[in-house]
């Protein structure tokens, strides 16, 4: 059903993005206008219920990543004060200066969280302000407990609704739902996001003055470096002239996707299947590949094992799928596709996509960012307090240990011992996520989880081959280093 609905949305969306660009009367820029919030709202309530169906089917994974709380909220707040000013509300953020600078948390997920709590702050608030204050609950050494309320002046819940608001498809009343629309999802969501997170979700609220919603977290603190910032400098990169080919079999999808290669001045040439696609490979060259994962003939996972096994194409391949569950992405990546799109897909979000693989696959980067893509010391140059002779122990540690598990993972796949590899990458989880590397992170864990519930020899070996050729790239670049 994913596939289903989001292949006629995107091209809809996609269409009416090109229709903007073009000269149009004041009437016509308000109905595209138009049409583009109804297809948005639309695409909304699709990501809501298919949200839901992940989480219901764990499907849902939270990243773990460094990130500052305060931005987050103040970006939410800042996407969102256009409307506040519309409705004459008064919008603010309170934010402790005890809370951490950097904490570690799904950064997209929380702001996922705001998003639809001041957003329905927004939604039920004519007269007065909309506040949004973050403190200090609880300070560890290594974690904080913080709490989040967004506070309104809204026209507030009886006591009755507040035992069903986290009820999927709630509304207070059927006026409610006529008056403000939504769904009756959003609460649900936010609810099973904040449970994920080990957090926990309050609600006060008094018919016709307003509600106070307390979102409780415990974060580890981060540390301060470069990853931190999720500012790319993608502004000076120019895919001019990258020749790309474009696999996919909806026609109004590739017009979509071809309007926006060429307004990025990308060249492309166009396949219709994955048979297409490898046979068009076998007599040119490109640079990128944006594949379609269902497609009849020969799908984009098929058509990619052929690239990177038979061709031996290192080409960077992207998927374009309308299914972003993690059981789909896994096997893009055991299939070698580098990075994927769902659709429909926001313009932004495809350049900045076809320039990251572009970046690595051709190492413009300087020498110190290569290191980046496989390891951070950040967190253990932290601990350390200035003692260089600590890193350089646990970077002697990490290595000896890394080759010792690694050759006994390799003896332990040949006799089938599987429950002795579960142990052995648990052993060396902590080391890896103390070394900062991060991009084998739901390789680990799946190879941990597989070995302990399956006997697929095939997954366990090429989620091994994943996770061995980062750990040894990372001990090479770790042996360079010499603190004491």
């Known amino acids: 059903m994913s596939h289903e609905i989001r292949t006629p949305l995107n091209a809809i969306i996609g269409f009416l993005r090109e229709l903007k660009k073009q000269p149009l009367s004041d009437e016509q820029k308000k109905y595209i206008e138009n049409s583009s919030l109804a297809s948005s709202h639309l695409l909304s309530i699709i990501n809501n219920v298919l949200d839901i169906s992940k989480i219901e089917a764990g499907e849902m994974e939270l990243e773990t990543i460094d990130f500052e709380l305060e931005k987050s909220i103040k970006k939410v707040t800042s996407i969102l004060e256009a409307k506040a000013k519309a409705k004459v509300l008064a919008m603010q953020v309170i934010f402790s ?26 939604k039920f608030t004519n007269i007065g302000s909309i506040t949004v204050q973050c403190d200090l609950i609880q300070e560890y050494e290594n974690k ?46 936010t609810k099973e996001l904040v449970e994920l997170m080990d957090g926990e979700i309050s609600i ?30 993608t502004s000076d990169f120019s895919l001019e002239n990258i020749k790309v080919l474009l696999v996919e079999d909806n026609e109004f999808n590739r017009i979509v996707a ?14 219709i299947n ?9 007599t040119q060259h490109f640079d990128v ?35 972003a569950f993690k059981t ?23 350049y900045k996509t076809i320039y990251k693989v572009i970046h690595h696959q051709k190492g413009i980067v300087e020498e110190k960012e290569i290191e980046k893509l496989s390891y951070d010391l950040s967190s253990i140059i932290a601990i350390s307090r200035g003692d260089n002779d600590f890193v350089q122990k646990m970077i002697d540690i ?33 080391n890896i996520e103390g070394m900062g590397i991060n991009s084998i992170y739901d390789e680990v864990r799946e190879l941990e989880r597989i070995c302990e519930n399956s006997d697929d020899k095939e997954k366990i070996q090429l989620l091994f081959t994943i996770v061995k050729n980062t750990l040894m790239a990372a001990v090479i670049e770790l042996k360079k280093i010499k603190l004491s």
Do not use: W
């Open 97 to 122: 200066p005890t809370i951490s600078k950097v904490l570690k948390g799904d950064a997209f997920r929380i702001e996922q969280i705001l998003f639809n709590l001041v957003g329905n702050s927004l």
């Open 144 to 189: 904080q407990i913080v709490s989040i309320a967004i506070i309104d002046t809204g026209i507030g819940m009886d006591q009755s609704y507040l035992n069903t608001i986290f009820t999927k498809f709630s509304q207070e009343e059927k006026n409610t739902t006529r008056k403000f629309g939504g769904t009756g999802l959003g609460m649900t969501i």
């Open 204 to 233: 006060e609220s008094e018919k016709n003055v307003g509600t106070t919603i307390k979102i409780k977290l415990t974060l580890e603190k981060g540390f301060m470096n470069n990853n931190t910032s999720e500012q790319s400098n």
């Open 258 to 271: 071809q309007n926006s290669l060429k307004y990025f001045k990308c060249e492309v040439i166009e396949a």
């Open 274 to 282: 994955g048979l297409e696609a490898v046979e068009v490979l076998k």
């Open 289 to 323: 590949i944006l594949m379609d994962v269902q497609m009849p003939v020969m799908d984009g996972i098929e058509a990619t094992s052929i690239i990177r096994n038979e061709l031996k194409s290192t080409i960077p391949i992207i998927a374009l799928t309308a299914n």
């Open 328 to 350: 789909e992405i896994e096997k893009f990546k055991l299939a070698g596709i580098n990075d994927y799109i769902t659709k429909p897909f926001d313009e932004d979000v495809l």
């Open 398 to 430: 990490f290595i000896e240990q890394t080759i010792e598990v690694c050759n006994e993972i390799e003896n332990c796949i040949a006799v089938n011992n599987f429950i002795e590899i579960s142990r052995l990458i648990h052993k060396i989880k902590p």
